[in-house]
C-alpha cells in the first residue's frame, strides 16, 4: 500500500516552534504538539521533500515517520495520492493551487481533479457586465468561463447568475448582502439585487473568492453560500430554507442611518417578507387579540403562525411604542425559539445598550431590595393617571450597585410579582412599562396572550427599605463603560451571530443577534 502512494505538501501550513510546544495551523484547524527536538527536524523534512509530491516510501525512515504524515495529512497540510492516478499532470495548471490550499483535507483528489477539468463555467451577461473580473480572475487561473444567454447546460456544469436560478443545480447565485455581496448554491434563500459599481473592494477581490468557492462547489463542498464584506472578509456557510441561519458579525456591521418615522418602520415591517421567515403574521380578528379590552391604553398584535389564537401582546401610552415593542417582543421569542440560545433583538440606536444589559445578566452581583414610597409612587405619570383602575400595589426595586442596574417588580393584593425579571438600566422606563403592561393584564386576565410580563418572580420582600428616592442614575456612556470594566475583570466573554435575514429589518431600524455568554480561563 505504501509503495503505492506518493505524498505532496499543499504548501498552507505555518509552523511555530517554543522551547516545549510546536504549533502548526492550516486554514483547517491548529494543534500544539509537545514534539522533540528530531521529530520537529522530521516535519521539517517531509513538508520540504514533499512540495514537488515524493514517493511516501521515500519519506518513511521509521514508525514515527509514519506517524508524523497521519499527523500532516488530519491537519490538512499534505495529500496522499496513489502514482497510477497520474495526477502530476495537473501539477502546472495554475488552478491547481487553489485545489492544494482550499479544498479539505479528505478530498479524493483524482475525483476533484476529474470534475474540475470536466465541467463546464458560464456566466451570464448581466453579472460579467457588473463584475468583469470574475471572468478576467477565472482565465488568469486557466478555466474558460463563457458568457451564456438561453442556453441549455448540462446539470453537471455551473452557471454563475446575478438574477435568477437555472435549472442546474450547480447555479451559483451572485446578490447584495448589505455593504458586500452574498452568493448561493441554494434555490430558495434569496436575498437583494446585486449593485456593485460603488464597492470597490468587492470588486477588486471578491472575483477571487467567487472562483475559490466555485472550485469547491465543482468538487461537492457541503457549504454552499459565502458572503464577502466591505472591506474583504470572506466567510462560508451551510445554510438551508426555513431555518434561522446566522453568520458572522463581520457580514453585517451595523449601518447608522437616518430612521423612518416609527409609523413608518412599523409599516415597513407589516410589509416584510421577514414574517414569513420567522412563521409570524400581524393579528387579526381570528386571535384572542380581537376579543382583549383595550380601553384606556395602546396595543399590538402579532401572532405565531402555528398558534394563532394566541398574540404576542404589549401595551403602552402610545401606538407606536407599543407596536414596535411588540414587533421586538415577537421577533425574539420566534428566534430563539426556532434557533436557541439568548437573541438581543433591539432598536439599532440602543444596540450597544441592550447588549450590555443581556451581558449583566450573567454577572453574580448581590442586589438590595427597595420598596418604592407611595408617595413617589403616586408622582409617576401612568399611576396618576390611571390611580382608579389600579388595586393596591407595591413596587418593589432589587438596586444591582456594582452595574447600576434595576429589576423592577409589581407586586399585587395576593402578594404575586409582576414583572419580565431583567435587569435594566432606566427605573422610570420601565416602572411606566410595568404599570401599563399590569393594566393590559387586569383588562384581560381570562384571555391568553404572550407577554414578556408575567407572575412568575419571588424576591425576599420581608427585608427592603422603604425609598422615597431612587439612587442616582449614571449616564448611559458611563454605565457602559463600567459594564465594559467589570467584563474585563470578570473575564466575561461572548460571541455574537447575526441573522442573515437582518437586513431586511433595515428601514425597521431593527437589529437581530445571538449573544452566546461564557467565561473563560485565561
Same mark, same amino acid.
Given at each position: 500500500?505504501?509503495?503505492?502512494?506518493?505524498?505532496?505538501?499543499?504548501?498552507?501550513?505555518?509552523?511555530?516552534?517554543?522551547?516545549?510546544?510546536?504549533?502548526?495551523?492550516?486554514?483547517?484547524?491548529?494543534?500544539?504538539?509537545?514534539?522533540?527536538?528530531?521529530?520537529?527536524?522530521?516535519?521539517?523534512?517531509?513538508?520540504?521533500?514533499? #512540495? $514537488?509530491?515524493?514517493?511516501?516510501?521515500?519519506? %518513511?525512515? /521509521? !514508525?514515527?515517520?509514519?506517524? @508524523?504524515?497521519?499527523? +500532516?495529512?488530519?491537519?490538512?497540510?499534505?495529500?496522499?495520492?496513489?502514482?497510477?492516478?497520474?495526477?502530476?499532470?495537473?501539477?502546472?495548471?495554475?488552478?491547481?493551487?487553489?485545489?492544494?490550499?482550499?479544498?479539505?483535507?479528505?478530498?479524493?483528489?483524482?475525483?476533484?481533479?476529474?470534475?474540475?477539468?470536466?465541467?463546464?463555467?458560464?456566466?451570464?451577461?448581466?453579472?460579467?457586465?457588473?463584475?468583469?473580473?470574475?471572468?478576467?480572475?477565472?482565465?488568469?487561473?486557466?478555466?474558460?468561463?463563457?458568457?451564456?444567454?438561453?442556453?441549455?447546460?448540462?446539470?453537471?456544469?455551473?452557471?454563475?447568475?446575478?438574477?435568477?436560478?437555472?435549472?442546474?443545480?450547480?447555479?451559483?447565485?451572485?446578490?447584495?448582502?448589505?455593504?458586500?455581496?452574498?452568493?448561493?448554491?441554494? #434555490? $430558495?434563500?434569496?436575498?437583494?439585487?446585486?449593485? %456593485?459599481? /460603488? !464597492?470597490?473592494?468587492?470588486? @477588486?477581490?471578491?472575483? +477571487?473568492?467567487?472562483?475559490?468557492?466555485?472550485?469547491?462547489?465543482?468538487?461537492?463542498?457541503?457549504?454552499?453560500?459565502?458572503?464577502?464584506?466591505?472591506?474583504?472578509?470572506?466567510?462560508?456557510?451551510?445554510?438551508?430554507?426555513?431555518?434561522?441561519?446566522?453568520?458572522?458579525?463581520?457580514?453585517?456591521?451595523?449601518?447608522?442611518?437616518?430612521?423612518?418615522?416609527?409609523?413608518?418602520?412599523?409599516?415597513?415591517?407589516?410589509?416584510?417578507?421577514?414574517?414569513?421567515?420567522?412563521?409570524?403574521?400581524?393579528?387579526?380578528?381570528?386571535?384572542?387579540?380581537?376579543?382583549?379590552?383595550?380601553?384606556?391604553?395602546?396595543?399590538?398584535?402579532?401572532?405565531?403562525?402555528?398558534?394563532?389564537?394566541?398574540?404576542?401582546?404589549?401595551?403602552?401610552?402610545?401606538?407606536?411604542?407599543?407596536?414596535?415593542?411588540?414587533?421586538?417582543?415577537?421577533?425574539?421569542?420566534?428566534?430563539?425559539?426556532?434557533?436557541?440560545?439568548?437573541? +438581543?433583538?433591539?432598536?439599532?440606536?440602543?444596540?450597544?445598550?441592550?447588549?450590555?444589559?443581556?451581558?449583566?445578566?450573567?454577572?453574580?452581583?448581590?442586589?438590595?431590595?427597595?420598596?418604592?414610597?407611595?408617595?413617589?409612587?403616586?408622582?409617576?405619570?401612568?399611576?396618576?393617571?390611571?390611580?382608579?383602575?389600579?388595586?393596591?400595589?407595591?413596587?418593589?426595586?432589587?438596586?444591582?450597585?456594582?452595574?447600576?442596574?434595576?429589576?423592577?417588580?409589581?407586586?399585587?393584593?395576593?402578594?404575586?410579582?409582576?414583572?419580565?425579571?431583567?435587569?435594566?438600566?432606566?427605573?422610570?422606563?420601565?416602572?411606566?412599562?410595568?404599570?401599563?403592561?399590569?393594566?393590559?393584564?387586569?383588562?384581560?386576565?381570562?384571555?391568553?396572550?404572550?407577554?414578556?410580563?408575567?407572575?412568575?418572580?419571588?424576591?425576599?420582600?420581608?427585608?427592603?427599605?422603604?425609598?422615597?428616592?431612587?439612587?442616582?442614575?449614571?449616564?448611559?456612556?458611563?454605565?457602559?463603560?463600567?459594564?465594559?470594566?467589570?467584563?474585563?475583570?470578570?473575564?466575561?466573554?461572548?460571541?455574537?451571530?447575526?441573522?442573515?435575514?437582518?437586513?431586511?429589518?433595515?428601514?425597521?431600524?431593527?437589529?437581530?443577534?445571538?449573544?452566546?455568554?461564557?467565561?473563560?480561563?485565561?
Amino acid at each position: 500500500m505504501i509503495d503505492d502512494l506518493k505524498v505532496l505538501n499543499r504548501q498552507n501550513t505555518m509552523i511555530y516552534k517554543s522551547e516545549s510546544v510546536t504549533s502548526l495551523k492550516t486554514s483547517y484547524r491548529s494543534v500544539k504538539l509537545e514534539i522533540s527536538e528530531s521529530e520537529y527536524d522530521k516535519i521539517l523534512r517531509i513538508l520540504r521533500l514533499s #512540495k $514537488d509530491s515524493i514517493d511516501m516510501d521515500q519519506l %518513511i525512515e /521509521d !514508525k514515527v515517520d509514519l506517524k @508524523l504524515l497521519k499527523l +500532516l495529512f488530519t491537519q490538512g497540510s499534505i495529500f496522499f495520492f496513489n502514482k497510477a492516478d497520474d495526477i502530476e499532470k495537473h501539477f502546472n495548471k495554475k488552478w491547481f493551487s487553489i485545489v492544494k490550499q482550499y479544498l479539505p483535507p479528505d478530498i479524493d483528489l483524482k475525483t476533484c481533479l476529474k470534475r474540475i477539468t470536466k465541467t463546464k463555467y458560464y456566466i451570464r451577461k448581466e453579472l460579467d457586465d457588473q463584475m468583469p473580473r470574475i471572468r478576467i480572475f477565472f482565465q488568469k487561473y486557466g478555466i474558460d468561463l463563457q458568457l451564456v444567454n438561453n442556453n441549455i447546460i448540462r446539470d453537471s456544469d455551473i452557471i454563475l447568475t446575478m438574477d435568477r436560478f437555472d435549472s442546474s443545480r450547480n447555479t451559483l447565485l451572485i446578490q447584495n448582502h448589505g455593504m458586500g455581496i452574498v452568493g448561493t448554491s441554494l #434555490k $430558495d434563500i434569496l436575498y437583494e439585487e446585486l449593485q %456593485i459599481r /460603488d !464597492k470597490r473592494i468587492v470588486n @477588486l477581490f471578491a472575483p +477571487l473568492y467567487i472562483l475559490i468557492f466555485t472550485i469547491k462547489r465543482v468538487y461537492g463542498m457541503e457549504n454552499d453560500t459565502f458572503f464577502f464584506n466591505e472591506v474583504g472578509k470572506f466567510s462560508e456557510y451551510q445554510l438551508a430554507k426555513n431555518r434561522i441561519n446566522v453568520i458572522s458579525t463581520s457580514q453585517a456591521p451595523i449601518e447608522i442611518q437616518e430612521l423612518k418615522t416609527k409609523v413608518e418602520r412599523i409599516e415597513v415591517f407589516e410589509k416584510s417578507k421577514v414574517l414569513d421567515k420567522v412563521s409570524i403574521s400581524i393579528a387579526n380578528h381570528t386571535s384572542n387579540y380581537a376579543n382583549m379590552n383595550q380601553s384606556g391604553f395602546a396595543t399590538y398584535g402579532i401572532v405565531d403562525k402555528k398558534n394563532i389564537s394566541v398574540p404576542y401582546v404589549l401595551a403602552s401610552t402610545s401606538f407606536e411604542e407599543a407596536a414596535l415593542h411588540t414587533i421586538r417582543f415577537s421577533l425574539k421569542s420566534q428566534l430563539e425559539s426556532l434557533n436557541g440560545g439568548t437573541w +438581543l433583538v433591539s432598536d439599532i440606536n440602543d444596540y450597544y445598550l441592550n447588549k450590555i444589559l443581556i451581558l449583566i445578566e450573567d454577572l453574580e452581583e448581590e442586589g438590595k431590595i427597595m420598596k418604592l414610597s407611595d408617595e413617589l409612587l403616586v408622582k409617576n405619570h401612568v399611576y396618576h393617571s390611571y390611580q382608579n383602575i389600579f388595586p393596591e400595589v407595591s413596587i418593589y426595586i432589587n438596586y444591582f450597585p456594582v452595574t447600576h442596574s434595576y429589576k423592577v417588580y409589581l407586586m399585587d393584593v395576593q402578594k404575586n410579582f409582576f414583572s419580565h425579571g431583567n435587569k435594566v438600566f432606566s427605573f422610570n422606563d420601565e416602572l411606566e412599562s410595568l404599570l401599563m403592561n399590569y393594566l393590559l393584564y387586569l383588562s384581560n386576565s381570562d384571555i391568553k396572550y404572550y407577554s414578556p410580563y408575567n407572575f412568575d418572580y419571588k424576591i425576599d420582600y420581608l427585608n427592603y427599605d422603604v425609598v422615597s428616592e431612587l439612587p442616582n442614575q449614571v449616564e448611559e456612556k458611563d454605565f457602559i463603560e463600567n459594564a465594559l470594566k467589570l467584563f474585563k475583570q470578570l473575564d466575561i466573554r461572548y460571541d455574537e451571530f447575526v441573522w442573515d435575514r437582518e437586513f431586511e429589518l433595515r428601514e425597521v431600524g431593527v437589529l437581530c443577534r445571538r449573544i452566546d455568554v461564557g467565561s473563560y480561563d485565561k
